[in-house]
T-cell receptor, first 112, second 111 residues
């Protein structure tokens, strides 16, 4: 069966520090991968999606970047965090043609 | 971008049916209606989807109006564990599978 892992689960970082959140999917090949962010009390905002290794599309301009170095690995990064980067970050995967988006457990980032 | 309108919150008594409405008046002919829910501090969970026929699974029923401009998600016997934010999404399958979530409806199931 397919599983999705995200880490770290919780992170507290100072303003201006770098960020790296990692997501891996097991049990499937060539998944579509996504990063969403949810600010406190808000809905989910699609940040990045990827249909293959090295293929990243950004949905909104921001202080973040994403990379997909391997088929089932998706990384969210920042060189210098802002206070506004605080939130709940969710990785998700799907298969092209499928109708279901499956989410990880999320990473809660607090920037102080 | 989200193309749906949902009430921000609803209450439901435990054991009663919860009926969550969604307006999608600009839905196009090849767009499906999907429902997800997000329990506090967890990732969203898929519930059900449909095109124009009513659908039912072990979690819920989806009723889509004949003109497809609105739909209702029905939880037949709500429990306290159904307290969550429910998202209604319209999308075209195969559009790189992008899902755009709106603000959703916070369903509060009360004992």
């Amino acid at each position: 069966s397919q599983t999705i892992h995200q880490w770290p689960a919780t992170l507290v970082q100072p303003v201006g520090s770098p960020l790296s959140l990692e997501c891996t999917v097991e049990g499937t090949s060539n998944p579509n991968l996504y990063w969403y962010r949810q600010a406190a009390g808000r809905g989910l905002q699609l940040l990045f999606y990827s249909v293959g290794i090295g293929q990243i599309s950004s949905e909104v301009p921001q202080n973040l970047s994403a990379s997909r170095p391997q088929d089932r690995q998706f990384i969210l990064s920042s060189k210098k965090l802002l206070l506004s980067d605080s939130g709940f970050y969710l990785c998700a995967w799907s298969i092209t043609g499928a109708n279901v988006l499956t989410f990880g457990a999320g990473s809660r980032l607090t920037v102080l | 971008d989200a193309k749906t309108t949902q009430p921000p919150s609803m209450d439901c008594a435990e054991g009663r049916a919860a009926n969550l409405p969604c307006n999608h008046s600009t839905i196009s002919g090849n767009e499906y209606v999907y429902w997800y829910r997000q329990i506090h501090s967890q990732g969203p969970q898929y519930i059900i989807h449909g095109l124009k026929n009513n659908e039912t699974n072990e979690m819920a029923s989806l009723i889509i109006t004949e003109d497809r401009k609105s739909s209702t998600l029905i939880l037949p016997h709500a429990t306290l564990r159904d307290t969550a934010v429910y998202y209604c999404i319209v999308r075209v399958p195969y559009n790189f599978n992008k899902f755009y979530f709106g603000s959703g409806t916070k369903l509060n199931v009360k004992p």
